[in-house]
Protein backbone atom coordinates (compact mmCIF):
# COMPACT_ATOMS: atom_id res chain seq x y z
CA UNK A 1 0.00 0.00 0.00
CA UNK A 2 1.34 3.83 -0.67
CA UNK A 3 0.38 7.01 0.77
CA UNK A 4 0.38 10.36 -0.80
CA UNK A 5 0.18 13.30 1.40
CA UNK A 6 -0.20 16.42 -0.02
CA UNK A 7 0.33 19.86 1.24
CA UNK A 8 0.60 23.73 1.44
CA UNK A 9 -2.41 24.48 -1.04
CA UNK A 10 -4.27 27.49 -0.07
CA UNK A 11 -5.81 31.34 -1.09
CA UNK A 12 -3.33 33.28 -2.27
CA UNK A 13 -2.97 37.25 -4.07
CA UNK A 14 -2.08 37.23 -7.67
CA UNK A 15 1.28 37.64 -7.94
CA UNK A 16 1.73 35.49 -4.39
CA UNK A 17 3.92 32.52 -4.53
CA UNK A 18 2.72 28.80 -2.60
CA UNK A 19 4.96 25.89 -2.17
CA UNK A 20 3.34 22.61 -2.85
CA UNK A 21 4.55 19.16 -1.13
CA UNK A 22 3.94 15.37 -2.05
CA UNK A 23 5.34 12.55 0.44
CA UNK A 24 4.96 9.33 -0.67
CA UNK A 25 5.83 6.40 1.57
CA UNK A 26 4.60 3.05 2.04
CA UNK A 27 5.68 -0.02 -0.35
CA UNK A 28 7.76 1.49 -2.22
CA UNK A 29 11.29 0.49 -3.61
CA UNK A 30 12.47 3.02 -5.82
CA UNK A 31 10.43 6.06 -7.34
CA UNK A 32 10.66 6.54 -11.24
CA UNK A 33 8.81 9.59 -11.34
CA UNK A 34 6.88 12.02 -9.68
CA UNK A 35 4.91 15.06 -11.11
CA UNK A 36 2.15 17.23 -10.65
CA UNK A 37 -1.12 18.02 -12.29
CA UNK A 38 -4.04 20.11 -12.02
CA UNK A 39 -7.55 20.19 -12.83
CA UNK A 40 -9.77 23.65 -12.90
CA UNK A 41 -13.61 23.37 -12.93
CA UNK A 42 -15.04 22.55 -16.33
CA UNK A 43 -11.80 21.80 -17.49
CA UNK A 44 -9.44 18.65 -18.06
CA UNK A 45 -6.72 17.83 -15.94
CA UNK A 46 -3.39 19.19 -17.27
CA UNK A 47 0.40 17.99 -16.54
CA UNK A 48 2.17 20.99 -14.99
CA UNK A 49 5.35 19.56 -14.43
CA UNK A 50 7.29 16.28 -13.57
CA UNK A 51 10.47 15.05 -12.68
CA UNK A 52 12.43 11.35 -12.68
CA UNK A 53 14.66 9.55 -11.16
CA UNK A 54 17.53 10.95 -12.80
CA UNK A 55 16.08 14.65 -11.91
CA UNK A 56 15.16 15.42 -15.02
CA UNK A 57 12.15 18.06 -15.31
CA UNK A 58 9.46 18.85 -17.33
CA UNK A 59 6.49 22.16 -17.38
CA UNK A 60 3.56 23.12 -19.42
CA UNK A 61 4.57 26.28 -21.27
CA UNK A 62 1.96 27.78 -18.86
CA UNK A 63 4.05 27.64 -15.93
CA UNK A 64 7.51 27.41 -16.78
CA UNK A 65 9.69 30.63 -15.80
CA UNK A 66 7.26 30.82 -12.79
CA UNK A 67 6.96 27.45 -11.32
CA UNK A 68 9.92 25.10 -9.94
CA UNK A 69 9.58 21.53 -9.42
CA UNK A 70 12.23 19.51 -7.12
CA UNK A 71 12.44 16.24 -4.93
CA UNK A 72 13.98 15.27 -1.68
CA UNK A 73 14.97 11.22 -2.58
CA UNK A 74 15.85 10.42 0.84
CA UNK A 75 12.13 11.47 2.42
CA UNK A 76 10.54 10.28 -1.17
CA UNK A 77 9.31 13.85 -1.00
CA UNK A 78 8.46 16.12 -3.72
CA UNK A 79 8.03 20.09 -3.85
CA UNK A 80 6.30 22.28 -6.47
CA UNK A 81 7.67 26.00 -5.76
CA UNK A 82 4.92 28.36 -7.41
CA UNK A 83 5.66 32.34 -8.08
CA UNK A 84 3.90 34.96 -9.72
CA UNK A 85 0.52 33.10 -9.39
CA UNK A 86 -1.92 33.89 -11.65
CA UNK A 87 -6.04 33.96 -11.41
CA UNK A 88 -5.73 31.08 -13.95
CA UNK A 89 -3.62 28.97 -12.00
CA UNK A 90 -6.55 28.50 -9.45
CA UNK A 91 -7.46 24.51 -9.54
CA UNK A 92 -7.10 21.70 -7.41
CA UNK A 93 -3.39 19.81 -7.75
CA UNK A 94 -2.51 16.39 -7.31
CA UNK A 95 0.39 14.63 -7.67
CA UNK A 96 1.28 11.54 -8.46
CA UNK A 97 3.92 8.71 -8.42
CA UNK A 98 5.42 6.17 -10.67
CA UNK A 99 7.16 3.62 -8.83
CA UNK A 100 8.66 0.26 -8.36
CA UNK A 101 6.83 -1.63 -5.98
CA UNK A 102 8.64 -4.23 -3.37
CA UNK A 103 7.47 -6.74 -5.44
CA UNK A 104 9.33 -5.65 -8.30
CA UNK A 105 6.58 -4.26 -10.44
CA UNK A 106 6.09 -0.66 -11.72
CA UNK A 107 2.90 1.16 -10.30
CA UNK A 108 1.22 4.35 -10.63
CA UNK A 109 -0.39 6.02 -7.80
CA UNK A 110 -2.43 9.28 -7.48
CA UNK A 111 -3.00 11.79 -4.33
CA UNK A 112 -6.32 13.53 -3.48
CA UNK A 113 -5.40 17.13 -4.20
CA UNK A 114 -4.86 20.04 -2.52
CA UNK A 115 -6.57 23.26 -3.65
CA UNK A 116 -4.81 26.50 -4.63
CA UNK A 117 -6.76 29.23 -5.03
CA UNK A 118 -5.62 32.58 -6.41
CA UNK A 119 -7.76 35.41 -6.19
CA UNK A 120 -7.24 39.06 -4.67
Known amino acids: QVQLVESGGGLVRPGGSLRLSCAAS????????MGWNRQAPGNERELVAG???????NYADSVKGRFTISRDSAKNTMYLQMNSLKPEDTAVYSCNVIYTGRDGYEYGYWGQGTQVTVSS
Open 51 to 57: ITSDGST
Open 26 to 33: GSIFSINA
